[in-house]
């Protein structure tokens, strides 16, 4: 029973998170570019594990509706300069530059006063949608 509870859970995870991406590519949220100081409530604090991603991903994606979201880092918040493991264990830690010359991924940074230097990870979503995991490091 554990098991069947258990696997009911991860399905029903998977099916919110494919609907907020779906949703995210017909109304995209709007949110004011805000100083770093983010709050437990206003970010995601853990991320999962991400698939890989490749540069020829990075170079297809080309006008599809992105969702940037930003995440905590816990020993971040303990001290500014400290990011931990953070950017190296995300899934684009080599892929800045490509993701730098994207321009369907740097409007959607843009718009947050983000930039590639800001991206811990990238998931494909729902309805061909892109969701950018950032976090600001004020490095500008």
Do not use: W
């Not at 069947?4 to 995209?28: N, Q």
């Not at 880092?73 to 892929?95: H, K, M, Q, R």
């Not at 991924?105 to 230097?117: R, V």
Request: charge should be negative; hydrophobic fraction near 40%.
């Amino acid at each position: 029973m554990q098991k069947f509870a258990i696997i009911t859970a991860i399905a029903t995870l998977t099916m919110a998170f494919t609907t907020i991406a779906s949703s995210a590519a017909i109304v995209r949220p709007r949110h004011p570019a805000a100083p770093s100081q983010t709050s437990h409530t206003e970010c995601i604090e853990s991320l999962g594990h991400f698939r890989s991603v490749h540069r020829d991903d990075i170079d297809a994606i080309d006008g599809q509706s992105v969702m940037v979201i930003h995440i905590c880092d816990e020993n971040s918040l303990l001290s500014d300069a400290s990011y931990g493991s953070l950017f190296i264990d995300g899934n684009v830690n080599t892929l800045r530059r490509p993701i730098a010359h994207n321009y369907t991924l740097m409007s959607a940074l843009d718009e947050e006063g983000l930039d590639q230097n800001d991206v811990v990870s990238l998931r494909f979503g729902g309805n061909d949608s892109i969701v950018l995991y950032v976090y600001d490091r004020d490095m500008r």
